[in-house]
T-cell receptor, first 109, second 116 residues
Framework: RKEVEQDPGPFNVPEGATVAFNCTYS??????FFWYRQDCRKEPKLLMS???SGNEDGRFTAQLNRASQYISLLIRDSKLSDSATYLC??????????FGAGTRLFVKA | DAGVIQSPRHEVTEMGQEVTLRCKPI?????LFWYRQTMMRGLELLIY????????DSGMPEDRFSAKMPNASFSTLKIQPSEPRDSAVYFC??????????????FGPGTRLTVT
């Protein structure tokens, strides 16, 4: 079993749609959680951190469920510019960083 | 700040040749990470350094791979000898380390390596 698992997609959605990505992790000692975004042929960039209380940044909402070892990302009112690969990231022990394989999103006009 | 700088951006070499990838982290960052990304395996952590000291190199695929960080502003990843299966994009990332700081890693633009 992979340490961090994501639905690879691709997700094809129309503009304005709401889309949700899920991620599970296997190490119960994991401490920090993030969503990164990676555009085609570019480097990954931090989208948002994920906290147990849940956090929201504009159209993006991230949730963490430690009991189920599950992370989610919700994108509301999708824009064409949201098309990218979304990477779930888990950090254990302060340094050991595990990236999920990523979920590809295509937003269509 | 210029961000994380990597060189070269593209490298094409023949099997058996030595390849050296270079990284300059963001000034003030004391943790540095090397990643490899392929379509088949995604983004894999190869090695990370804290205060120039290698902490975990368990992701380094084979003895052909080696990494050094002689000072806080420079790191290299060397492949000797290179093989076609080493073809990938290699990213370097850096961040600050310590309690109470963000764990955000800042990635360089990557080096696209092709071994023929």
């Amino acid at each position: 079993r992979k340490e961090v698992e994501q639905d690879p997609g691709p997700f094809n959605v129309p503009e304005g749609a709401t889309v949700a990505f899920n991620c599970t992790y296997s190490n119960s000692a994991s401490q920090s959680f993030f969503w990164y975004r990676q555009d085609c042929r570019k480097e990954p960039k931090l989208l948002m951190s994920v906290y147990s209380s849940g956090n929201e940044d504009g159209r993006f909402t991230a949730q963490l469920n430690r009991a189920s070892q599950y992370i989610s990302l919700l994108i509301r009112d999708s824009k064409l510019s949201d098309s990218a690969t979304y990477l779930c990231v888990v950090i254990a022990g302060g340094f050991k960083t595990i990236f999920g394989a990523g979920t590809r999103l295509f937003v269509k006009a | 700040d210029a961000g994380v700088i990597q060189s070269p951006r593209h490298e094409v070499t023949e099997m058996g040749q030595e390849v050296t990838l270079r990284c300059k982290p963001i000034s003030g960052h004391n943790s540095l990470f090397w990643y490899r990304q392929t379509m088949m395996r995604g983004l894999e952590l190869l090695i990370y350094f804290n205060n120039n000291v290698p902490i975990d190199d368990s992701g380094m695929p084979e003895d052909r791979f080696s990494a050094k960080m002689p000072n806080a502003s420079f790191s290299t990843l060397k492949i000797q000898p290179s093989e076609p299966r080493d073809s990938a994009v290699y990213f370097c990332a850096s961040r600050t380390a310590g309690t109470g700081v963000s764990y955000e890693q800042y990635f360089g633009p990557g080096t696209r390596l092709t071994v023929t």
